[in-house]
């Protein structure tokens, strides 16, 4: 719950900060923050299922629903961080300096590790795979901050105004990747196989 309230405040500064200044860089960053935000929405539904004591269709439908939202999310974000880039090449001009911005990914630089290893412990405690996969996110999202400091860093003080797009276009493998790979692992889940194995 931490992490999707936390990713929610993500969105909103940096999102709102990178509109305001036109740096493309930061209002990816804020998108990619709403996948995280989806995820952990999204897995906290599920595992409520777990918990609540669903049978084995009930788990496996909400798992295969939660990873279609996250992928759906992803190729959303890919799509979005690719049209901002390519507007602010089109443009050539610099994005302005919020301080709110800078400040949101300096608080994540610290946030981000801690959210991490609360992922990564409590999903060793409960077994779960998904929760280690979401702190694995978390701490890729803390190279992500890094790059974008770097490239509003570049363009404000040595005036490199393409800096920020590049920023920007750093992000998209990761997107485009984990987007593939959560409609892959989607695709590979059947609710029907907990039928089949009642059956036999």
């Known amino acids: 719950m931490a992490s999707l309230v936390y990713n929610l405040i993500e969105v909103v500064v940096s999102v709102t900060a990178g509109l305001l ?19 952990a ?27 279609y939202v996250v992928a759906c999310a ?45 992922k990564y412990r409590y999903g060793k405690r409960l077994d779960s795979p998904a929760l280690k996969y979401d702190a694995k996110d978390t701490l890729i999202c803390e190279y992500q901050t890094v790059v974008v400091l770097a490239g ?24 485009a990747w984990e987007a593939f790979e959560a409609t892959k692992d989607a695709r590979s889940v059947d609710p029907g196989e907990a039928e089949a194995t009642a059956d036999t």
């Open 21 to 39: 200044t036109g740096s493309a860089a930061l209002v990816s960053w804020g998108l990619d923050s709403t996948v995280e935000a989806t995820s």
């Open 152 to 175: 509003i860093g570049l363009t404000q003080w040595m005036s490199w105004w393409w800096a920020d797009p590049v920023a920007a276009l750093l992000i998209v493998p990761y997107v």
């Open 41 to 67: 929405a999204t897995l906290i539904w599920r595992l409520k299922g777990e918990k609540d004591g669903g049978d084995k269709r009930t788990v496996l439908h909400r798992k295969k629903v939660a990873l």
């Open 74 to 118: 992803f190729w959303i974000v890919v799509a979005a961080i690719l049209y901002e880039a390519v507007s602010a090449f089109i443009s050539q001009e610099a994005p302005g300096f919020n301080w709110w911005g800078i400040a949101i990914l300096f608080v994540s630089l610290v946030v981000n590790p801690l959210l991490a290893w609360g």
